[in-house]
């Protein structure tokens, strides 16, 4: 089994903007710090932060406007947790069920589990 | 932009300094230190070089810099042009900060102030900021600081300078665990579209979230010349069990977990660099591993 495998880093920097904008720091049709204040803050390459920007962008999540910046799209929010839960259930799902499986827990015991998680 | 064409280094004069050879005819030879190396730092992009010690990454640092030059012998280019160490039009094109600085009784300040006599385009303002953000005394002598206050020094004339190729050997030397942050920020916030810095380091994961590009030398050679994008879309890095995909791995080492494997990339998704599973694949078989790309 493969326990660890992490996104290159533009990707893990893109799911940091992201939790960031869900946490209501950047709220949506705020501009967000420009790439090198970005960079400079987290110590890391301005092309990889360049490269997150483009990829929030293309997801639908920031909106360049030219000359001004970056800021965050209107539905940026609701853009974010479709894109989780579709993971969500592409891929952290799929390995808590498989490891259900492993250990013989039945599809009742899974249901009456999140069941009484819900009601805590 | 800085272009290394066909490049061996040896030891042959009798001053047992090494020299540019124009090729050799045995490249195994121990007198040789560098053989055929060709490489490009292109602008805009932050480069890592790595290799063991011994590997040659001075030596081609000293190279690239112009410190050895033979004036016959073109295999350096700078911006198109072959490289001439008395020229102070190309000279002020590059900041070559040395692994073991000179060690002068000038004071910090002063040195600054020299140094903006061989860089036009030295910012005294930039250098000012540099050596607060390192909590350096700039009225202090060069030949009375630590060997992290010397490497900071110098790193603040590195970007001071606004030279447009910075090449720092050995950067993190000596560095303290803020003095390294800084050292990332400063990359971070010097770095522009014409510029290229070139970082030769043992401390990889310390500089690693800067790469745009790994270098790594082996037994006088480069062994792996490609870019960290690139890198995470054919690799991908893992951490497994012990019985998980050991036989489709490129490389493995035993881990606490079981094994760090480096897999072929057939997620469709770039993945994490393990700059050091990396560079044991790539001692260990480069061959194998370049293959992929």
Request: glycine share 4%.
């Amino acid at each position: 089994m493969i326990f660890k495998e992490r996104q290159s880093i533009y990707l893990q920097i893109a799911e940091r903007i992201s939790d960031e904008i869900l946490a209501g720091t950047y709220a949506p049709g705020a501009r967000v710090p420009s790439v090198r204040e970005y960079a400079v803050m987290i110590e890391v390459n301005l092309n990889t932060v360049m490269r997150s920007y483009d990829t929030l962008q293309s997801w639908g999540i920031l909106d360049m406007k030219r000359g001004l910046g970056y800021f965050v799209a209107d539905d940026a929010v609701q853009t974010i947790l479709a894109r989780r839960r579709e993971a969500f259930i592409s891929s952290q799902a799929t390995e808590f069920f498989e490891t259900a499986r492993t250990l013989g827990v039945t599809p009742d015991e899974l249901a009456e589990m999140y069941r009484k998680y819900l009601k805590q | 932009m800085i272009e290394v064409k066909n490049l061996t280094v040896g030891y042959s004069n009798p001053a047992n300094t090494p020299e540019i050879f124009e090729h050799s005819n045995d490249y195994d030879s121990p007198e040789i230190v560098l053989r055929n190396i060709s490489l490009k730092f292109e602008s805009g992009k932050v480069y890592g070089l790595i290799g063991r010690n011994g590997a040659g990454k001075t030596t081609l640092l000293n190279c690239i810099s112009g410190l050895i030059w033979r004036p016959s012998k073109k295999k350096v280019f700078l911006d198109g042009m072959p490289l001439s160490n008395g020229n102070p039009d190309m000279t002020s094109k590059i900041f070559y900060a040395i692994d073991t600085t000179p060690t002068l009784h000038i004071r910090v300040d002063k040195f600054a102030k020299k140094l903006s006599l061989y860089y036009p385009d030295f910012s005294m303002e930039c250098f000012n900021e540099c050596v607060e953000m390192f909590h350096i005394n700039y009225s202090e002598y060069l030949d009375r600081l630590s060997l992290g206050q010397k490497k900071m020094t110098y790193l603040s004339y590195a970007f001071a300078s606004n030279a447009s190729h910075i090449i720092l050997d050995e950067p993190t030397n000596g560095l303290d665990i803020t003095a390294m942050r800084t050292l990332r920020k400063l990359i971070a916030s010097n770095m522009t579209d014409d510029r290229t810095i070139i970082i030769s380091t043992h401390h990889i994961n310390e500089i690693s979230s800067l790469l745009d590009h790994i270098v790594i030398l082996n037994n006088r050679k480069v062994a792996f010349d490609h870019s960290v994008n690139e890198t995470g879309r054919v690799l991908s890095f893992v951490e497994a069990d012990k019985e998980t995909d050991k036989q489709n791995a490129l490389y493995s080492m035993s881990s606490a977990y079981g094994n760090r494997l480096i897999l072929p990339n057939t997620s469709g998704i770039d993945s994490e660099i393990d700059y050091e599973l990396l560079y044991e694949a790539v001692l260990d078989d480069s061959k194998k591993i370049n293959a992929l790309f």
